[in-house]
C-alpha cells in the first residue's frame, strides 16, 4: 500500500508569487516524514502540492517533479482527482461531515469514490477503518450518532478513520494535533506509529517535541524574510536533525532561537 514520493525542483506559486523554491526531497514508505519551520515558509503549500491540491485555488499551480513510485503526478494524463484518492489528507481543524453519522462519514470516501458496494463490504470497511484510527472501542457502538457529536479528539480520529477508509498510498497531515488536547494529541501520535506500518505519512507540525518523537525522517525549511520563498535548507534523518544538523539556521529553530 505505501508508496515512495520523489519530489525533483519543485517550485510552487501563487499567481506571479513563487512561495516555495527548488524542493528536492524522497519521501519514504513507511515511514513518518516531518515539516517543520517558522509561519510562512511554506510546509501547508508544499504539503498540498503533494496531492495537487494546491492547484485548486485560482491562479496556484506548480513546476516540477512529484513521482510516486514510477508515476509523475503532474502528468498531463493523470486525473487530480485520483491523485487524491490515493494521497489522502488529513488538516488542522478536525472537518467531518456534521450532519453525518460516525457510520456515514467513515462511508463517505466510498461513496464519493462512486463504489457500488453492499452494504455488508461497506460495514466491514466502517470497521476495519474505525478499528484503523484507535475508534472502534470509543464509537463501534454508536455508529449512528452525529459525527460532529464527538470530542475534538475523536473527531481527528474520526477523519483519519474516513482518510484510510478509501486505502489511500500516503496519508498528508497538516498540523493535525494544533486543535487538540494534550491526552488526544498522544491518541493521534501512537496512531500515527502504528499507520505507518502500512503507509507513508507527511505531517507538517510546529511541535518540536511531536517531530521528535513521531517522525523517522524531518525537513527543515526556512524563508530568507518577508516576500522570499521557502525553501528546504535540510532534510535527514529525525534523529540527525535534532542532534547533529548541518546548518545553523535548523539548530536555531529546532532550539527555540526563532519562529
Ligand atoms: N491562498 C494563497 N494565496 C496567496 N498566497 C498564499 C496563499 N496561501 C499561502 N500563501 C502564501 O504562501 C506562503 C507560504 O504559506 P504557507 O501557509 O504554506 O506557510 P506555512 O509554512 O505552512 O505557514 P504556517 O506555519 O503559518 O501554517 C506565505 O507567504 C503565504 O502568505
Same mark, same amino acid.
Not at 503526478?73 to 482527482?81: A, E, K, T
Not at 525522517?217 to 535534532?242: C, H, K, M, R, S
Given at each position: 500500500?505505501?508508496?515512495?514520493?520523489?519530489?525533483?525542483?519543485?517550485?510552487?506559486?501563487?499567481?506571479?508569487?513563487?512561495?516555495?523554491?527548488?524542493?528536492?526531497?524522497?519521501?519514504?514508505?513507511?515511514?513518518?516524514?516531518?515539516?517543520?519551520?517558522?509561519?510562512?515558509?511554506?510546509?501547508?503549500?508544499? $504539503? %498540498?502540492?503533494? /496531492?495537487?491540491?494546491? *492547484? =485548486?485555488?485560482?491562479?496556484?499551480?506548480?513546476? !516540477?517533479?512529484?513521482?510516486?513510485?514510477?508515476?509523475?503526478?503532474?502528468?498531463?494524463?493523470?486525473?487530480?482527482?485520483?491523485?487524491?484518492?490515493?494521497?489522502?489528507?488529513?488538516?488542522?481543524?478536525?472537518?467531518?461531515?456534521?450532519?453525518?453519522?460516525?457510520?456515514?462519514?467513515?462511508?463517505?470516501?466510498?461513496?464519493?469514490?462512486?463504489?457500488?458496494?453492499?452494504?455488508?463490504?461497506?460495514?466491514?470497511?466502517?470497521?476495519?477503518? $474505525? %478499528?484503523?484510527? /484507535?475508534?472502534?472501542? *470509543? =464509537?463501534?457502538?454508536?455508529?449512528?450518532?452525529? !459525527?460532529?457529536?464527538?470530542?475534538?479528539?475523536?473527531?481527528?480520529?474520526?477523519?483519519?478513520?474516513?482518510?484510510?477508509?478509501?486505502?489511500?498510498?500516503?496519508?498528508?497531515?497538516?498540523?493535525?494535533?494544533?486543535?487538540?488536547?494534550?491526552?488526544?494529541?498522544?491518541?493521534?501520535?501512537?496512531?500515527?506509529?502504528?499507520?505507518?506500518?502500512?503507509?507513508?505519512?507527511?505531517?507538517?507540525?510546529?511541535?518540536?517535541?511531536?517531530?521528535?518523537?513521531?517522525?523517522?525522517?524531518?525537513?527543515?525549511?526556512?524563508?530568507?524574510?518577508?516576500?522570499?520563498? !521557502?525553501?528546504?535548507?535540510?532534510?535527514?534523518?529525525?534523529?540527525?536533525?535534532?542532534?547533529?544538523?548541518?546548518?545553523?539556521?535548523?539548530?536555531?529553530?529546532?532550539?527555540?532561537?526563532?519562529?
Amino acid at each position: 500500500m505505501a508508496k515512495r514520493i520523489d519530489v525533483k525542483d519543485l517550485d510552487i506559486y501563487y499567481g506571479s508569487f513563487r512561495a516555495v523554491q527548488s524542493v528536492s526531497m524522497t519521501i519514504q514508505p513507511r515511514a513518518v516524514t516531518a515539516l517543520i519551520g517558522p509561519s510562512g515558509c511554506g510546509k501547508s503549500t508544499y $504539503l %498540498r502540492a503533494l /496531492n495537487r491540491m494546491h *492547484e =485548486l485555488m485560482p491562479g496556484a499551480r506548480v513546476e !516540477g517533479k512529484v513521482v510516486m513510485d514510477d508515476e509523475d503526478l503532474y502528468d498531463s494524463d493523470i486525473d487530480p482527482v485520483d491523485v487524491r484518492k490515493q494521497v489522502g489528507m488529513v488538516f488542522q481543524r478536525p472537518n467531518p461531515f456534521p450532519t453525518m453519522s460516525v457510520y456515514e462519514n467513515v462511508a463517505a470516501g466510498l461513496r464519493l469514490n462512486n463504489k457500488r458496494m453492499k452494504k455488508s463490504a461497506v460495514d466491514e470497511v466502517v470497521e476495519r477503518s $474505525l %478499528r484503523g484510527a /484507535n475508534l472502534w472501542e *470509543e =464509537l463501534g457502538g454508536r455508529l449512528h450518532k452525529p !459525527g460532529s457529536g464527538l470530542s475534538g479528539g475523536q473527531q481527528q480520529r474520526l477523519c483519519i478513520a474516513r482518510a484510510i477508509a478509501v486505502e489511500p498510498a500516503v496519508l498528508l497531515m497538516d498540523e493535525p494535533c494544533s486543535a487538540l488536547d494534550p491526552l488526544s494529541t498522544h491518541a493521534i501520535e501512537d496512531l500515527m506509529a502504528e499507520l505507518k506500518k502500512d503507509y507513508t505519512i507527511v505531517i507538517v507540525t510546529h511541535n518540536m517535541q511531536q517531530a521528535a518523537r513521531v517522525s523517522n525522517y524531518t525537513g527543515f525549511f526556512n524563508i530568507a524574510g518577508t516576500g522570499q520563498p !521557502g525553501e528546504l535548507v535540510e532534510f535527514d534523518e529525525t534523529q540527525t536533525i535534532f542532534s547533529t544538523p548541518t546548518h545553523a539556521a535548523t539548530e536555531d529553530y529546532i532550539s527555540g532561537r526563532f519562529g
